[in-house]
């Protein structure tokens, strides 16, 4: 397939990579700034531009990974006769942002968390699907599948839910990291001494339903050692208000 | 080395096997439950006693791995005149639990989350030591040093503080990791959806501050994203709070 990518982003690159090495063409990546499309253009032996004016029109699909306040910016900016598929890879952006604009249009969201300084194997990455009809999820389908090994059809309130549960087990879930690692840092310890615990917690719930593996005080009702602790961050209101009410949930768990 | 285990849970267990792996004799398990303490007994090739009266007073450690509140209670019972040092496991107990009763004590804590289902690198796992001098302390150095590489000096406040930072980076995570799998599962999506996100998210700080690697709708102030998550748990207050309040921190947080 020929594919125009509209961001030079962390999904963009990813996307791109993914799709080139699976022997589709990246014929284009746009950017509003040039030397970032070009810089991944030439990666994938694209063209690069930055103005949407320019963009092939002949292309299979168009692959907009900017952020979501300007998807539909970008989407409007696009040919309304296109007759390739336009589709998004937001986690939280109804597909029926395109439905006044294009015939065919639907969404891949990849379900993970991308950074340029870490390669990941894309064939690992849940891609929900979503397709303003049956036919065009069949193509979406077709495309994605040769991407990764798990693709799957997502309603958009569906991928919602997955972006808010995402959001707890990805972003909420590294800002406790931080937490622990300023907590560490005020007592003069290093970060490393709970890194292999991060990993653990984390494998332990590959083959395991979290409920089923929690441990630590508030679970076991050890209000002896959650004093202990709340005394600790006594000079932290915040983080020990933080610290009783995930405590008082995990109480309430079981 | 010569040891007595007090205690036959996941802490006890896993110290008994690392123990034995590294060529020393566990002489005696104990445990209130005699059927616990055999059965681990038997896997260390060592005697089952449910009854610290007939403990031996010979060995050369006492390893107390029983639960926080249980650990003054045995103490009591050991004979006071032993030879060996006496240990606790625990973060949040401190050394002078043990002060007027033994002349050689201290403390050894693993940081790490321990299963019964799972087994794990002993040699990976930190190790806090705290000795009531610096002869005792060189006895305890050597002894851990010979089940894992990472063994470091830990007064009872930086191991306290070093449980608190494991709350947050273990249980904790564990926990946003169920609230994540229940609004999947209200939405019919299985869990295995996000869990290469959630290894990612622990990869990741492996090699990086999780301050530098922190994303989500949160700190990239994404308040249209945020908008629509809290609109998606209006029907469950306690979730929407505890999304606000983790993004409030993010905001803060740059």
Do not use: W
């Amino acid at each position: 397939m020929n594919v125009v990518l509209l961001g030079s982003g962390n999904v963009a690159t990813h996307f791109g990579k993914a799709l080139v090495g699976a022997g589709h063409r990246v014929v284009q990546v746009f950017s509003r700034n040039l030397a970032h499309a070009s810089l991944l253009a030439e990666a994938l032996n694209a063209d690069a531009i930055d103005h949407v004016s320019g963009i092939d029109t002949k292309s299979d699909i168009y692959i907009i990974a900017v952020k979501d306040d300007a998807i539909e910016e970008v989407a409007l900016q696009l040919p309304a006769f296109l007759k390739g598929i336009v589709v998004h890879t937001a986690g939280s952006m109804d597909i029926h942002v395109f439905a006044t604009r294009f015939q065919k249009y639907g969404v891949v969201y990849p379900v993970q968390t991308f950074s340029k300084s870490k390669t990941i194997d894309f064939s690992t990455i849940p891609i929900a699907v979503e397709a303003s009809d049956d036919r065009v999820y069949t193509e979406l389908e077709a495309l994605t599948s040769g991407l990764s090994q798990c693709v799957f059809p997502c309603s958009s309130v569906q991928r919602l839910s997955l972006h808010v549960a995402a959001v707890f087990a990805c972003n909420f879930t590294n800002h406790l990291y931080a937490v622990a690692s300023d907590i560490l840092q005020r007592h003069h310890l290093a970060f490393d001494l709970i890194r292999p615990l991060i990993l653990e917690t984390a494998e332990k719930v590959m083959d395991h339903e979290p409920r089923d593996v929690q441990t630590g005080p508030a679970i076991r009702r050890d209000e002896s050692t959650i004093r202990k602790h709340l005394a600790l961050l006594v000079s932290e209101p915040d983080l020990s208000e933080l610290y009783a009410s995930l405590s008082d949930r995990l109480r309430g768990d079981k």
